[in-house]
């Protein structure tokens, strides 16, 4: 990124005088070859998610999460009804075409328009979900909506500093580290370091290509699994983990 000096020879940032704010997430459906993303709708979702969830005998899924588990359906739909119904954060149902049933969630949060940035998280994948190219893919359609239909400069993924599987999938996925926000909230009675990450629009366009290759056809055997990981598409010297 290029910076610009103001009249006094002081370093400012880059002139964004074009720039025109991003838009709001819709319902529309986010559909692809291994998932569909849709808007939570509690009738619909709970009693799948419920089963699914329900599938992680220990409760690992909930960890890093400043809710769950839910020990009932009834709690779960609750709690969808009270959380992931509004605009901010905005959940979406993870729809795995090998079962046709809702079997994760994730969202848009802290949704910046003005500023062009805007967050994913809240991602909770059942067992089933976990390690599939629906995960991955989910992923690539939420970044697509960002990007290249809402036209957002900022994607942000943040986790728990101790969360070592949510670190190493966003880096997995293409995402920057950028640092660790000591004592940044409290949740569940103990004290939470936050991990921030991030891709920016400059970076999009070859991240993008990356996931293309990746979801190639030719890259899956009849299984849905996969011949090459993303991290051999992935730009940059090396391939990532």
Same mark, same amino acid.
């Given at each position: 990124?290029?910076?610009? =000096?103001?009249?006094?020879?002081? %370093?400012? +940032?880059?002139?964004?005088?074009?720039?025109?704010?991003?838009?709001? !997430? &819709?319902?529309?459906?986010? &559909? +692809?070859?291994?998932?569909?993303?849709? %808007?939570?709708?509690?009738?619909?979702?709970?009693? $799948?998610?419920?089963?699914?969830?329900? #599938?992680?005998?220990? $409760?690992?899924?909930?960890?890093?999460? !400043?809710?769950?588990?839910?020990? *009932?359906?009834? $709690?779960?739909?609750?709690?969808?009804?009270?959380?992931?119904?509004?605009?901010?954060?905005?959940?979406?149902?993870?729809?795995?075409?090998?079962?046709?049933?809702?079997? @994760?969630?994730?969202?848009?949060?802290?949704?910046? %328009?003005?500023? +062009?940035?805007?967050?994913?998280?809240?991602? *909770?994948?059942?067992?089933?979900?976990?390690?599939?190219?629906? #995960?991955?893919?989910?992923?690539?359609?939420?970044?697509?909506?960002?990007?290249?239909?809402?036209?957002?400069?900022?994607?942000?993924?943040?986790?728990?500093?101790? =969360? #070592?599987?949510?670190?190493?999938?966003?880096?997995?996925?293409? /995402?920057? /580290?950028? +640092?660790?926000?000591?004592?940044?909230?409290?949740?569940?009675?103990?004290?939470?370091?936050?991990?921030?990450?991030?891709?920016?629009?400059?970076?999009?366009?070859?991240?993008?290509?990356?996931?293309?290759?990746?979801?190639?056809?030719?890259? /899956?055997? @009849?299984? #849905?699994?996969?011949?090459?990981?993303? @991290?051999? /598409?992935? %730009?940059?010297?090396?391939?990532?983990?």
């Amino acid at each position: 990124m290029t910076h610009e =000096n103001n009249e006094l020879g002081q %370093p400012i +940032g880059q002139s964004l005088a074009d720039w025109t704010p991003a838009g709001l !997430p &819709t319902r529309m459906p986010l &559909t +692809g070859r291994f998932c569909t993303l849709l %808007p939570v709708d509690v009738d619909l979702h709970a009693q $799948d998610l419920f089963d699914a969830f329900r #599938a992680d005998r220990e $409760d690992r899924i909930w960890t890093y999460l !400043p809710y769950g588990p839910f020990e *009932n359906i009834d $709690d779960l739909h609750h709690w969808l009804t009270q959380t992931c119904l509004g605009r901010d954060p905005f959940f979406h149902a993870i729809i795995d075409h090998r079962t046709g049933t809702a079997a @994760g969630l994730a969202s848009f949060l802290r949704i910046e %328009p003005k500023i +062009g940035v805007i967050e994913v998280g809240h991602i *909770n994948y059942a067992p089933q979900l976990q390690r599939s190219a629906a #995960a991955t893919e989910a992923m690539f359609l939420l970044m697509c909506t960002v990007f290249n239909t809402l036209g957002y400069r900022r994607y942000e993924w943040k986790c728990d500093a101790l =969360n #070592a599987p949510s670190r190493a999938a966003a880096k997995r996925l293409g /995402f920057t /580290f950028e +640092g660790i926000f000591r004592q940044a909230t409290i949740y569940k009675q103990r004290n939470r370091d936050t991990a921030w990450f991030s891709i920016l629009d400059s970076e999009w366009p070859a991240l993008m290509q990356a996931y293309e290759k990746w979801l190639q056809p030719e890259n /899956f055997d @009849g299984n #849905a699994h996969q011949k090459q990981p993303l @991290g051999n /598409f992935m %730009p940059g010297e090396g391939a990532r983990c």
